[in-house]
Nanobody, 115 residues
Framework: QVQLVESGGGLVQPGGSLTLSCGAS????????MGWYRQAPGKQRELVAS???????RYGESAKGRFTISRDNAKNTVSLQMNSLKPEDTDVYYC?????????WGQGTQVTVSS
């Protein structure tokens, strides 16, 4: 079983930046994608950004041009650099890992954008 642990969330002013990081509890194999999703209370979880094992990226509409996803294979981590943050980016952000053996989620980290 793989555990994912997120860090880097918090409170930031509009226009500011945050970097979210997600680490896996052990070396992971047969990775299909690693990525980040967000979810507001009462709403469906939605894609923020994902990175395939082949290096292809996908971004949700709200993230395009502002967020960048990256992965460190040696450290089993995936990061999300978020710039030009807006109040509407406020949500709980979840790390996601898809492997050939299953899908895993982190516990979530709160991102709040407010002045």
């Amino acid at each position: 079983q793989v555990q994912l642990v997120e860090s880097g969330g918090g409170l930031v002013q509009p226009g500011g930046s945050l970097t979210l990081s997600c680490g896996a509890s052990r070396r992971i194999f047969a990775v299909v994608t690693m990525g980040w999703y967000r979810q507001a209370p009462g709403k469906q979880r939605e894609l923020v950004a994902s990175l395939s094992s082949g290096g292809s990226t996908r971004y949700g509409e709200s993230a395009k041009g502002r967020f960048t996803i990256s992965r460190d294979n040696a450290k089993n981590t995936v990061s999300l650099q978020m710039n030009s943050l807006k109040p509407e980016d406020t949500d709980v952000y979840y790390c996601n890992l898809v492997t050939l053996g299953g899908q895993y989620w982190g516990q979530g980290t709160q991102v709040t954008v407010s002045s």
